[in-house]
């Protein structure tokens, strides 16, 4: 069926050909798709036209499940581009809001054309399972080991890639030195077919790095989305608040405690045992460890002999600093140094 002309406006394939000259327009472009205004102009409006055109051909119920390739007019295959154009355009809105909606707006689009390519034989694959409803319900494989599973799948996709790329090269060749006699008139039906076939067959690779690329940051989008509507608790539990410690005066022992607590009774004294005391109470402080094959009454004598020690020290010490202040009395300063003396 030949796709007729608009009564009241614009033909389809002049909608069409609007809204693929300004997507080659902005892909062209080495703007930015955020910079001026004109380049989201330009979206806008390649998106109008382009839905217009779909729109006229569902009305026209151009293409069918029901048909065979061959059945679709030369003329007619170059509409079946348009769910692809729309993908690509989609995506080319910078509208940061509404991100999440336009990814997956253009992943529909993407699959509306993927599904009506496989439904004309011009390619064969696997659509994803999560974006297609049909493959859901049909029946799932033989269960296998996970770690097999992915090395298997990773493989695949990367010599997917590959193919992929080298077809995407083959065919714009083969497209380049087509478009010339396509485009002036000078081709016959059977290249102006061949020649929008090899259009399609672009498109559908063009399609499924696209696609792959949404899900990616759809991905990403998500997880943000749930960082940002977690609760802020549940990031961590919160540090237990210390009890602050309420000042006091610490003494060597209860006689120091009576005079120091006289002259700030404001503040509680503690001795220094006390504090020990409570320090060990409170699991801070750990008991000294008895040493292996020690009696208390052995410990009780190490004890007094330490103190005994300590006190001779205390004598010692006081005898020569007597001592000193004794010697320094007799000697005036400066005694016995005559080196500077004539």
């Not at 796709?3 to 069409?16: C, K, V």
């Not at 996970?146 to 799948?153: D, I, K, M, R």
């Not at 102006?192 to 991905?219: A, C, D, H, N, P």
């Not at 320094?328 to 080196?339: A, F, L, M, S």
Request: proline residues 5%; aromatic residues 6%; contains cysteine.
């Amino acid at each position: 069926m030949m796709a007729e002309a608009g009564a009241d406006g614009p033909r389809l394939a002049e909608l069409l050909a609007l809204g693929r000259r300004l997507w080659e327009e902005l892909e062209a472009s080495t703007e930015p798709s955020s910079g001026a205004p004109a380049v989201q102009d330009k979206v806008r409006q390649g998106l109008d036209a382009l839905k217009r055109a779909a729109a006229m051909v569902t009305q026209l119920e151009l293409f069918s499940e029901n048909e065979e390739l061959e059945e679709v007019a030369s003329a007619d295959l170059k509409f079946m581009l348009l769910p692809a154009l729309l993908g690509a355009l989609t995506l080319k809105q910078v509208d940061l809001s509404k991100r999440r909606e336009h990814l997956e707006s253009a992943r529909e689009h993407f699959l509306h054309f993927l599904k009506l390519c496989r439904n004309y034989g011009l390619c064969s694959f696997q659509l994803p399972s999560s974006t297609s409803s049909e493959d859901e319900s049909r029946s799932s494989p033989a269960p296998q080991d996970p770690g097999q599973s992915t090395l298997l799948a990773m493989a695949k996709s990367r010599s997917a890639k590959i193919e992929r790329y080298k077809q995407k090269k083959e065919l714009e060749n083969k497209l380049a030195s087509m478009s010339s006699s396509v485009e002036s008139g000078t081709a016959d039906e059977d290249q102006i077919r061949e020649f929008y076939i090899l259009q399609i067959q672009k498109w559908i690779g063009t399609s499924l790095e696209e696609m792959e690329s949404i899900e990616q940051e759809l991905v990403i989008l998500k997880s943000r989305d749930a960082a940002r509507q977690s609760p802020a608790g549940s990031r961590g539990s919160p540090r237990p608040a210390r009890t602050p410690v309420k000042p006091f005066i610490l003494t060597r022992d209860a006689a120091q405690a009576r005079v120091f607590g006289a002259g700030y009774p404001g503040l509680p004294t503690m001795t220094v045992d006390d504090w020990y005391e409570q320090r060990h109470k409170q699991g801070i402080v750990s008991t000294p460890q008895r040493v292996p094959g020690t009696s208390d009454e052995e410990m009780q004598k190490q004890q007094k002999e330490t103190e005994e020690e300590e006190e001779e020290d205390d004598e010692e010490a006081l005898r020569k600093a007597r001592d000193w202040d004794d010697w320094k009395d007799t000697h005036p300063r400066g005694y016995g140094n005559r080196h500077n003396m004539g």
